[in-house]
């Protein structure tokens, strides 16, 4: 559940990031829009990958 709107987040952010990217009079929003993105993708990428991690931890204890 949580990861679907994570991923509404990212696909929503990227099509920002491309539409000022488009724009040559907005050079250093671009820059400063592409930064923020990048951190959040690679936030929530550690997120997921953690969070899967947990859940196969979980399903190896089951007998």
Aim: charge should be positive; aromatic fraction near 8%; avoid cysteine.
């Amino acid at each position: 559940m949580n990861y679907v709107v994570d991923v509404n987040m990212f696909i929503m952010m990227g099509y920002i990031v491309f539409h000022l990217g488009n724009n040559p009079s907005n050079k250093h929003n671009q820059q400063k829009l592409t930064a923020t993105a990048t951190r959040t993708v690679e936030k929530l990428s550690h997120h997921y990958h953690h969070h899967r991690r947990k859940h196969i931890m979980l399903r190896k204890r089951e007998p």
